[in-house]
């Protein structure tokens, strides 16, 4: 049984630092196995002529992953807001996007992660100012759609989802289907 959302409150929601710790560990980890990958001697093996490649690859992607992690545990800041006026979703725009400017609510599951997504009206993607690497991520392709997992959140996904359901259908202006507890085709989760 779900109580009713009073979606006139600002919803701050922060990042589990706890969360965020282990991610900074498991990034430092693989950071020191790319160093071992560079430094080994890997010459006796069949393919030791890609170690040292593999290793350089393994210290920039999660050396960078790593230093996101700790700017998000030095500086912690709520990555969603939630009010009566739009979401901010930090990790793509540092703007509100207008609770009417989201056309669909639904459920993405990546890998067995699961993710809420907000489609987008194309003319207000168009106008969100987006963070550098969104920018980087995306390569000069358009946004079309948020999308955010509850990973590394002080919420649940289901909670989220929740909530993001109640703020757009009590504020969007557009109906918000409830759709059958999702399968793997990714189809929204009910309220």
Not at 8 to 27: N, P, Y
Not at 95 to 118: H, M
């Amino acid at each position: 049984m779900s109580t009713a959302v009073d979606t006139s409150l600002v919803r701050e929601i922060g990042q589990d630092q706890t969360k965020m710790v282990w991610a900074l560990l498991g990034a430092i980890l693989f950071v020191a196995a790319g160093y071992w990958l560079v430094t080994g001697d890997f010459s006796n093996t069949r393919r030791g002529a890609m170690a040292p490649f593999i290793g350089w690859a393994s210290i920039i992607f999660f050396g960078a992953c790593a230093l996101v992690g700790l700017w998000r545990l030095l500086r912690p800041v709520a990555p969603v807001t939630l009010s009566s006026s739009g979401i901010r979703f930090i990790l793509v725009s540092p703007d509100v996007v207008p609770w009417t400017g989201v056309s669909n609510v639904s459920e993405k599951r990546v890998y067995g992660q699961k993710y809420v997504r907000l489609a987008l009206d194309p003319a207000v993607a168009k106008g969100l100012p987006l963070t550098l690497a969104t920018r980087l991520v995306r390569a000069g392709r358009r946004l079309s759609d948020l999308t955010i997992g509850a990973q590394t959140l002080k919420i649940t996904h289901d909670e989220l989802l929740r909530l993001i359901r109640a703020y757009v259908g009590a504020h969007g202006g557009k109906t918000v289907p409830a759709f059958p507890k999702s399968q793997s085709t990714g189809l929204a989760a009910q309220s």
